[in-house]
């Protein structure tokens, strides 16, 4: 029934995650649980940024869980802005293809903490689109908040980035990027999950429409957040974006805590004709499919 777009793994327990105290969910917990809501399969996202991750996991780990794992898991491979020399003429373009041309189908979660316009991200951008790889990112506030690419307010950032490189289809995911859904109030909701109705349409909304290459991942609590907090609003959203909207759940450990809400969500509204089966299957699997040609 769905193809989760973004999760995260480990072969073995490793040194636990700062936040919760606990590991990534090994890959035979997640396949319990996927087999509870209905996900046929999933994007393992690997961690190697040194500001997120505390037990590395590679691309080479990935490719490993998958082949032991034949069709539950999809491999992404992941890049850091400053691989190879810390430069922005690093030639990581090269390194995309070579792992597309191993199996993996995207690349990300990019989360190192750097501005969005800081020339080793341009670079990396520019190699990925030349791998013809899709890219997932995260988006922080600002530098020295824990981890993920940093924009400003409006997100002027990811706006030139999307012009400059129109043939790389972005990814948006996290607190920072889905709290752009409707206009920001405060400082603090830049932070978290803003509540309450969505009075007016924010700058995701602005840049979906105007840039075809942005596309949503919906994982975790601020993709179902977004979504959610303003029901009429969100099933209105999801309807337009139909064919660049993904169901993720970014698993981070082996309570699963963001498992089930977006599932449950979506066939929820599936169930009471709020959005059409044809908007749910987009969502839940289709696109995935499709993007990552599965």
């Known amino acids: 029934m769905f193809i989760d777009i973004h999760v995260h793994t480990i072969k073995r327990p490793g040194y636990p995650r700062l936040g919760d105290k606990m590991s990534y969910a090994t890959p035979p917990q997640l396949i319990a649980g996927y087999d509870e809501i209905g996900v046929e399969a999933a994007c393992l996202l690997p961690e190697m940024a040194p500001e997120c991750a505390t037990s590395l ?48 189908k995207g690349v990300g979660e990019v989360t190192a903490n750097l501005r969005i316009l800081d020339p080793l991200v341009q670079n990396l951008f520019k190699g990925v689109e030349e791998s013809g790889l899709p890219l997932t990112f995260h988006l922080s506030p600002y530098v020295g908040h824990d981890y993920g690419l940093v924009d400003d307010a409006g997100l002027p950032g990811l706006e030139l980035s999307l012009q400059r490189f129109p043939n790389l289809k972005f990814f948006g995911h996290s607190q920072t990027f889905w709290a752009e859904i409707g206009p920001i109030k405060s400082r603090e909701e830049r932070f978290g999950y803003p509540k309450g109705p969505i009075e007016e349409e924010g700058a995701i909304v602005r840049l979906m429409r105007k840039y075809p290459n942005l596309y949503g991942d919906l994982s975790a609590g601020s993709g179902f957040n977004a979504v959610s907090r303003d029901r009429k609003f969100g099933i209105q959203f999801m309807t337009e974006f139909q064919d660049r909207l993904m169901f993720g759940t970014d698993i981070c450990q082996p309570t699963m805590p963001t498992l089930r809400p977006l599932a449950n969500y979506l066939k929820e509204l599936r169930a009471s004709g709020e959005i059409s089966e044809t908007v749910f299957q987009k969502i839940a699997r289709e696109n995935a499919i499709r993007l990552l040609k599965l």
């Open 57 to 104: 996991m590679n691309p080479e780990d990935v490719l490993d869980i998958c082949a032991e794992y034949p069709g539950r898991f999809i491999p992404f491979c992941n890049i850091d802005p400053r691989f190879l020399s810390n430069s922005p003429y690093a030639p990581l373009g090269d390194m995309a293809k070579y792992y597309r041309d191993l199996g993996c």
